[in-house]
């Protein structure tokens, strides 16, 4: 009886697992799947084709908006990463009160509704008359990023002991050289994933990119939105599936790079 | 001894308005091993990170070798320091570790292979170069932390609790590593430590601290054997402290009894305060003892008994023997007149915390 009711059990764990697996992932499946479709429609199945694939590359708009998007993340995440780390830093060295508050503020960006921040952005750039375009992008990605890459790069920071640092100075490092020698490979796994964290909110931010990008300019995510207006080509569905499978390949690497870092 | 090779004068200190150094003055001789006792918060620490660099003083100067390091970085000053939690670089293996501080200075390939063998044979670790720190039991860390300090043939060794972590067995043999180490190489040691046996294992001088005051500075005998005031007679060792009057030179009078000392100069009829250690008390017939008492507490301590001797005032003596005394027995208690040491009562608070400074 009790066999009985465990194999229902586990029957029925199993079904309620494949069903939210089902609604998480089936919308995208079906993107995927009606990316190499070859007809047009969006019921039927017209055959295998790569022929959206090649749209998209050849397309000027897509290809300007890929590489437009591969620079503000790159750039972004660089900047961000290199500033998060010198907060880090100096928030580490502060005493508890400061700390807290500062830490405090960096925080509420994150938790601040996209569409305030990018209208917020927007706003301080004209008035004092930035006119919009890839630098502001950049600037207001540079912004964003900065809380994640702190975050990520805190938690190691603060597990190093002051004592290596002390140690190297001791032996007779400078700051600098004592930093970059004992300190930074310690903090590097959280440099790293900050940098990746970085680089994926970049890349599939929209909204604030919406509110400060000017006219001409355009990142993949702005560009689906204008596309979808004027009704969508199966090109996107490819440009889509792209994106995805780079932010998903993103987020494998920062989840296992840590990791591999520490069993060396 | 020849000059002092560090000099530290009138260092205060504080941390968010809590003095934790006031007006401290220290000197130490080259070549000597100087600990540097005390419980916890003493400032003892603090001290030590004073002449490292770590910490800068708010008042005072730090002097080595003639010249004022007051306001040199650590990585500019003569001298290195084995941390508390050995603080050895993870991602480096041991050689690595060693050769750090040689590399800095720019030293040749061959020097630095040399020095790094020559190191490790010192501390008892040969061949260990490739070895990742992790390998390595906490003993072993220590002493690759220690190679890793002496390699840069600093003038002083700083060493800050540097046994804290290890086991006793372990503890008591680093012990005698280090005194061979100190004798081998010849160096300055400034050992940091709230362990009152291993300060008078390894120390030519101590010096007891207490709420950054130096209390007491001398030779483990004369920190141990004529203990300043309360406080070192309370820290180092255990120890009868009780209230007595000086009747006159090498006569004290303790709870109704005269006892004769060989201590002068404290005046006629002063209060004092008497120490006497547990060890030095016989106990003897009641007929023939200068006070008579009757055995309450004996515990069996393996090299000695520990017994408690209440004489009829109502003072608790703790007395240390070979010889067993069981409970309720009344017994005489006799001490000779060298181990009695007295100590003027402290005037008040401050003073006791300041002690019989110099």
């Known amino acids: 009886m009790s066999r009985l009711k465990s194999i229902f059990q586990q029957t029925w764990q199993n079904l309620y697992l494949a069903a939210i697996l089902i609604f998480l992932y089936a919308p995208i499946a079906t993107m995927m799947v009606l990316s190499f479709n070859s007809s047009k429609s969006r019921t039927q199945w017209g055959g295998f084709s790569l022929q959206w694939y090649r749209d998209m590359f050849a397309s000027r708009n897509i290809m300007a908006a890929l590489q437009n998007t591969l620079l503000i993340a790159f750039l972004s995440a660089l900047i961000a990463t290199v500033i998060g780390l010198a907060a880090c830093i100096a928030i580490n060295s502060m005493r508890t009160v400061p700390k807290a508050v500062i830490m405090g503020i960096t925080n509420i960006p994150m938790l601040n509704a996209d569409i305030v921040t990018g209208i917020s952005l927007m706003l301080a750039f004209i008035a004092f008359g930035i006119s919009l375009g890839f630098k502001t992008v950049l600037i207001a990605h540079i912004t964003f990023n900065i809380p994640y890459v702190i975050l990520s790069i805190m938690p190691k920071l603060k597990q190093t002991s002051r004592a290596t640092y002390e140690a190297a100075m001791d032996l007779g490092a400078g700051p600098i050289y004592a930093f970059f020698k004992i300190v930074f490979p310690d903090i590097l796994p959280g440099v790293l994933s900050g940098f990746l964290l970085a680089f994926t909110m970049s890349l599939d931010d929209f909204i604030i990119t919406h509110f400060t990008r000017g006219a001409g300019i355009n990142t993949l995510s702005t560009l689906i939105y204008s596309e979808v207006r004027r009704g969508i080509r199966p090109s996107m569905y490819a440009l889509s599936t792209m994106i995805f499978l780079i932010v998903l390949s993103l987020l494998i690497i920062s989840n296992f790079a840590p990791k591999k870092k520490e069993q060396i | ?358």
């Open chain 2, 1 to 358: 001894m020849n000059q002092p090779l560090i000099n530290l004068k009138n260092i205060t200190k504080s941390f968010d308005g809590a003095v934790v150094l006031d007006d401290l003055n220290l000197s130490v001789a080259e070549n000597t091993f100087v600990t540097l006792l005390g419980p916890s918060g003493c400032g003892k620490t603090t001290t030590l990170r004073i002449i490292g660099g770590f910490e800068t003083a708010d008042q005072g100067q730090v002097i080595f070798d003639g010249e004022d390091i007051s306001k040199l970085p650590p990585n500019k000053r003569q001298l290195n320091t084995v941390f508390q939690k050995y603080a050895l670089f993870t991602h480096m293996n041991i050689a690595e570790n060693i050769a750090f501080g040689l590399k800095i200075k720019g030293k040749s390939k061959t020097y630095i292979q040399d020095k790094i063998k020559y190191a490790l044979k010192l501390v008892n670790l040969d061949g260990f170069e490739n070895r990742s720190v992790s390998s390595l039991s906490g003993g072993q860390q220590q002493r690759i932390a220690i190679a890793r300090a002496i390699v840069n043939e600093p003038r002083v060794l700083l060493l800050d609790e540097p046994l804290g972590a290890l086991d006793l067995k372990l503890r008591q043999d680093m012990q005698y590593e280090l005194i061979r180490l100190k004798n081998e190489l010849g160096i300055t040691f400034i050992y940091v430590t709230h362990d009152q046996e291993e300060a008078l294992t390894m120390s030519d001088t101590i010096v007891v601290m207490n709420q950054g005051y130096i209390q007491q500075t001398g030779t483990p005998e004369q920190i141990y054997n004529e203990p300043e005031n309360a406080f070192v007679a309370d820290f180092i060792g255990e120890s009868n402290i009780i209230h007595g009057t000086m009747i006159r030179d090498e006569l004290v009078e303790i709870l109704g009894a005269r006892f004769a000392c060989v201590d002068k100069g404290f005046g006629t009829n002063k209060p004092v305060d008497v120490v006497i250690r547990p060890e030095d008390i016989d106990l003897v017939e009641p007929s023939r003892g200068t006070l008579t008492g009757i055995c309450t507490h004996l515990i069996f301590k393996g090299v000695h008994y520990e017994m408690e001797v209440t004489t009829p005032d109502g003072f608790e003596w703790l007395v240390h023997s070979t010889d067993m005394c069981p409970v309720g027995k009344q017994v005489g208690i006799h001490v000779d007149p060298f181990d009695i040491q007295i100590m003027n009562k402290p005037a008040s608070e401050d003073e006791e915390a300041v002690g019989v400074n110099e």
